[in-house]
């Protein structure tokens, strides 16, 4: 899918930040949720726990919201966007999960 065009049935948002909300947490603190960075596939790639990024599972359910990124302003445009992502998957693999200080929103 290189066309660049939202799925919500498959759950696929090239281009995009995503965004879930975090049971009990969201719900006290509504401004509180779980994000996922989108390849230009629409593919979800979240940092979901300790030393671990997902792929397409986000760590608490599926996107309720998104954001649009524009690709052409990425360093290498689509291609540079592919490569950021993969990079900082890479990264955060091999990282330890901070609810605080080093979490999703650090990854993304």
Not at 59 to 82: C, E, I
């Amino acid at each position: 899918m290189a066309d660049g065009k939202i799925d919500k049935e498959r759950h696929r948002y090239p281009y995009c930040i995503v965004w879930t909300p975090i049971p009990c947490l969201t719900w006290l603190f509504p401004f509180i949720g779980h994000m996922g960075i989108c390849m230009s596939s629409g593919v979800i790639r979240d940092f979901a726990g300790p030393y671990y990024v997902s792929e397409d599972n986000m760590g608490f359910g599926n996107p309720t919201r998104y954001l649009m990124m524009d690709p052409s302003k990425a360093n290498g445009g689509a291609a540079g966007w592919d490569n950021a992502v993969t990079e900082a998957s890479e990264i955060y693999s091999k990282r330890m999960h901070n609810l605080f200080c080093d979490n999703c929103h650090s990854h993304v």
